[in-house]
């Protein structure tokens, strides 16, 4: 082309995307340089989600010879730097109007897909597998770092799943097999009364009064007894129209409100069994709660040493969404129960009332009398109680010397004579 020629100087127009969305491919092998170009063949892969701003734009570029395979694309970390620091274009040239059309374009960098195991029936096997196979593949090939730590940890689950569950079938089998079901069942039974024994009060079978079976002082401290004077002095100083109104409001549980009906005269026994019910009652309110989220779960007026022994006697620590709760579980119910039932023997004169404190405590019956024979009570229907007299429907728990022999529970029994 003559440089003075009128009307032959070359111009070019810039022409956006070659097709919509999909900037032109520049491509550049990192294993070498192709001896024969025109013998690739090129797909492209596009994200369906074209909504995301983001993820529309990405791009995965396969090629193909008759030696080798080569994938490249334009996200994730083996990404060139280079197509976020720069724009790329190319220039197509028509020689007869000289003027030349620019297209957005984009550097795929390519690299060999190499395996040792690519056999001509893989596309059959991958055919055979199950929608989450399938996907757990597109995972390990495209997914995001989440999505394959995800993929990992539940692979290392389900294989340690396997492994637990074979090891627990092969030992059960060994056991039943070495001991026999009827030795196994009786084995139960006695495991369920020691389930329950690690949440009781210190037991000393060797003592020689009732009082001293459980003792006080294991129930309530020197300084938690001193503690329950000054809220206490309310349960102490009530008057008949004040435990009126308590019991129309029911402020307090049954088995408190129809103890403070028989208070001693002396002041001293007043004082004492006041302190007594204000503890038992707060122990029972306290196994109403759940998951404590304050810090002063009974309020201002419960001493700040109760408020400690609760929280570090009858709670169990859980982990929620990264931080530790103090939680009221079953395990922790059990142990308040048996606390309560301690601590109502002592003021009744070793027989309290089972029945009142089952429907305070919101329990089934046959949970309340496994915690009791645990306790090694003796029980029997109410008969010649003041105000009970026409009840037998009520249970009376006796603690008396000796001991009676731990008994198994009534479910571990019914499944005994059911086998």
């Not at 080798?68 to 280079?82: P, Q, T």
């Not at 129930?219 to 019991?247: C, D, G, H, Q």
């Not at 029945?355 to 915690?371: A, F, H, P, V, Y």
Request: one cysteine or more; a positive charge; proline letters at 5%.
């Amino acid at each position: 082309m003559a440089a003075g020629s009128a009307g032959a100087a070359a111009t070019w127009r810039y022409r956006g995307d070659p097709e919509p969305g999909q900037p032109a491919a520049l491509v550049q092998f990192s294993n070498g340089r192709l001896q024969q170009p025109g013998a690739m063949r090129f797909t492209v892969y596009r994200h369906r989600d074209t909504a995301h701003p983001r993820k529309r734009h990405r791009r995965i570029l396969v090629s193909e010879s008759d030696r080798l395979s080569y994938v490249g694309n334009n996200f994730g970390s083996g990404v060139m730097k280079c197509n976020s620091l720069c724009r790329y274009f190319v220039g197509v040239l028509d020689q007869d109007s000289g003027q030349m059309e620019v297209y957005n374009a984009e550097i795929f960098n390519m690299q060999p897909l190499l395996s040792d195991n690519l056999l001509h029936d893989d596309t059959k096997d991958y055919q055979k597998k199950s929608y989450r196979e399938k996907m757990d593949l597109c995972i390990e090939a495209f997914g995001t770092s989440r999505q394959k730590r995800a993929l990992s940890s539940r692979r290392m689950n389900a294989v340690g799943s396997d492994v637990l569950s074979s090891a627990v079938t092969k030992a059960a089998a060994n056991i039943i097999d070495a001991k026999g079901v009827t030795a196994l069942i009786q084995d139960m039974a006695q495991d369920d009364v020691q389930n329950i024994s690690v949440f009781l009060p210190p037991c000393n079978e060797d003592a020689d009064k009732p009082e001293n079976v459980y003792k006080f002082e294991d129930i309530l401290s020197p300084a938690e007894y001193e503690a329950l004077r000054v809220p206490a002095a309310a349960f102490a100083n009530i008057t008949a129209e004040e435990l009126a109104k308590k019991s129309e409001e029911r402020s307090h549980c049954c088995f408190v409100l129809e103890e403070l009906k028989f208070l001693p005269a002396d002041e001293r026994s007043r004082d004492h069994k006041a302190r007594c019910l204000w503890f038992l009652d707060t122990l029972i309110k306290f196994s109403y709660l759940k998951v404590i989220k304050k810090k002063h779960p009974m309020g201002p007026e419960c001493p700040h040493i109760i408020s400690r022994k609760l929280m570090k006697n009858f709670t169990s620590l859980t982990y929620n969404n990264g931080s530790v709760q103090n939680l009221v579980s079953a395990s922790m119910k059990a142990k308040i129960t048996a606390y309560v039932i301690v601590l109502a023997l002592h003021i009744n004169n070793f027989q309290t009332d089972l029945t009142l404190l089952q429907n305070d405590l919101k329990l089934q019956e046959s949970r309340m009398l496994d915690i009791t024979r645990a306790l090694r009570l003796r029980i029997s229907k109410a008969k010649g109680l003041p105000g009970l007299e026409n009840d037998s429907n009520h249970k009376l728990g006796t603690l008396s010397l000796p001991l009676p022999v731990p008994k198994a529970s009534v479910d571990q029994r019914k499944r005994k004579k059911m086998n």
